[in-house]
């Protein structure tokens, strides 16, 4: 059913919204492509003004640059883009634009933490204030003193969308930390005064109980230190475990921690960091991303989170977060050339999904399985990455041209999971060659 008043969506009957007391309500039914329509009319009954019609055409042809993803073929079949949409993109127009409550203000630009953002290097003994410091030259073991800052803030999920994410350095994911393996981490976490709740840090990473989430609780205005010795190499998770862990982990508090082995890693010519994770919200999971612009402020959802139906699947914080300018291998100080190899450390903070992680048009010459330094698997096409956990994936960029990151749960692209990466350089005809091919994509990567 469907509210008239509010637009929200439920499963079951009734004559009166759950949510908001409105009527009248409409029966709605499950709709291939957009989620849902009225029962039985295709589109029809629902009251749309022109200008409505072409803004959710647009935002499905945006989606569809963003994705490359079926949905902008189909749009452009049925005549998206064009005031002559059918009654499918009417729909979609119209789920575009219902508001229940408007999108607040934000208190960051930018929710994503970038890709590129992230130590190059283990051999730093202090990160403070969103920098790696005092790069030092190793001799053995050091000590590394962390400061976290935490933050509740309201950001943008999606254009005219918004949410609120908890924190660790106001960006999902946080910092990434990196040490070697016999490494002591020196942790300090401080909660400001004005936040909402305690929060703390479960160093996956971390030998002791809770890994360090106990004694590192900490309550607006105070802050907590806690000095572990890294005993394990490996790529691990931390999030925030505070009760109730799943309210805390869907509300964006989680990153990587990178334990090198003992004489470090080998050396590649670019690494990223990629966090994959979901947010749960009032809308539910019916709904594609593209969907759910201008969609107001969404509340999380600890009803969706329980069935495990995602409003978002998102890789560093928000749909569309690595990709276009922000895509990987476009930046003029960062170019990925053919020839040079690459190094994504990949982590699935969930809180409910594993994540079958794939680089479309790459194979992987290297996977470190389940993010350990010590199982490596060669020439992967698509490896899993469990909620709570991590990988670690190498490979030669040997063809020019646009890649795209995704979870092979493939649904989930409507949902975000999607990120670009674009490799520069000569054809190689030799390895790739289209003979013969029709054009279909315009906007073809290369
Ligand atoms: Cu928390």
Same mark, same amino acid.
């Given at each position: 059913m469907q509210c008239s008043t509010c637009m929200k969506i439920w499963d079951v009957g009734g004559t009166e919204c759950p949510y908001c007391g409105g009527s009248p309500v409409q029966e709605v039914e499950p709709d291939w492509q957009y989620g849902y329509r009225l029962k039985g009319e295709e589109g029809g009954g629902i009251v749309m003004d022109r200008r409505q019609l072409l803004r959710g055409a647009a935002l499905l042809g945006l989606a569809a640059a963003a994705t490359g993803?079926?949905?902008?073929?189909?749009?452009? #079949?049925?005549?998206?883009? =064009?005031?002559?949409?059918?009654? #499918?993109?009417?729909?979609?127009?119209?789920? %575009?634009?219902?508001?229940?409550?408007?999108?607040?203000?934000? &208190?960051?630009?930018?929710?994503?933490?970038?890709?590129?953002?992230?130590?190059?290097?283990?051999?730093?003994?202090?990160?403070?204030?969103?920098?790696?410091?005092?790069?030092?030259? #190793? %001799?053995?073991?050091?000590?590394?003193?962390?400061?976290?800052?935490?933050?509740?803030?309201?950001?943008?999920?999606?254009?005219?969308t918004t949410m609120e994410f908890w924190t660790f350095d106001s960006t999902v994911p946080g910092p990434m930390l990196r040490a070697r393996v016999g490494d002591t981490l020196d942790f300090f976490l401080h909660n400001p005064p004005d936040a909402q709740m305690p929060h703390n840090v479960d160093f996956h990473a971390v030998t002791g109980p809770g890994g360090g989430a106990v004694p590192l609780d900490t309550p607006p205005g105070g802050s907590s230190n806690l000095r572990v010795k890294l005993l394990n190499p490996g790529i691990f998770i931390y999030h925030c475990a505070f009760p109730d862990i799943p309210d805390h982990l869907s509300h964006g508090m989680y990153g990587l921690i990178v334990v090198e082995?003992?004489?470090?890693?080998?050396?590649?010519?670019?690494?990223?960091?990629?966090?994959?994770?979901?947010?749960?919200?009032?809308?539910?999971?019916?709904?594609?991303? =593209?969907?759910?612009?201008? %969609?107001?402020?969404?509340?999380?959802?600890?009803?969706?989170?329980?069935?495990?139906?995602?409003?978002?699947?998102?890789?560093?914080?928000?749909?569309?977060?690595?990709?276009?300018?922000?895509?990987?291998?476009?930046?003029? &100080?960062?170019?990925?050339?053919?020839?040079?190899?690459?190094?994504?450390?990949?982590?699935? %903070?969930?809180?409910?999904?594993?994540?079958?992680?794939?680089?479309?048009?790459?194979?992987?010459? !290297?996977?470190?399985?389940?993010?350990?330094?010590?199982?490596?698997?060669?020439?992967?096409?698509?490896?899993?990455?469990?909620?709570?956990?991590?990988?670690?994936?190498?490979?030669?960029?040997?063809?020019?041209? &646009?890649?795209?990151?995704? &979870?092979? =749960?493939?649904?989930?692209?409507? !949902?975000?999971?999607?990120? =670009?990466l674009h490799v520069e350089g000569e054809d190689r005809p030799d390895i790739f060659n289209p003979i013969k091919t029709n054009n279909l994509r315009s906007a073809g990567s290369h």
């Open positions: 993803s079926g949905i902008g073929y189909a749009a452009t #079949r049925g005549g998206g883009g =064009s005031a002559e949409a059918g009654p #499918r993109e009417q729909v979609a127009a119209a789920t %575009a634009t219902p508001v229940s409550v408007p999108a607040k203000p934000t &208190d960051v630009e930018e929710i994503s933490r970038h890709p590129m953002d992230m130590p190059r290097t283990a051999d730093y003994t202090l990160y403070d204030k969103g920098q790696y410091q005092n790069v030092v030259q #190793r %001799a053995g073991p050091i000590t590394q003193e962390v400061h976290f800052n935490l933050a509740e803030v309201v950001a943008t999920m999606v254009d005219g082995p003992e004489g470090g890693l080998p050396p590649v010519d670019h690494e990223y960091y990629l966090m994959q994770s979901e947010f749960y919200t009032e809308r539910g999971g019916r709904l594609a991303y =593209s969907q759910l612009k201008d %969609a107001g402020h969404l509340a999380n959802s600890m009803e969706f989170g329980n069935m495990e139906q995602p409003t978002f699947v998102v890789w560093n914080g928000r749909p569309e977060a690595v990709a276009g300018h922000r895509a990987i291998g476009v930046h003029n &100080d960062d170019r990925i050339e053919t020839g040079q190899t690459v190094r994504l450390f990949v982590g699935n %903070a969930g809180p409910n999904l594993v994540s079958s992680f794939h680089l479309i048009g790459e194979i992987f010459d !290297k996977v470190y399985v389940e993010g350990s330094f010590d199982l490596v698997n060669r020439n992967v096409q698509t490896t899993l990455v469990p909620a709570g956990g991590a990988t670690g994936v190498e490979f030669k960029a040997e063809v020019p041209g &646009d890649y795209i990151a995704v &979870d092979h =749960s493939i649904f989930r692209i409507h !949902k975000g999971a999607v990120a =670009s």
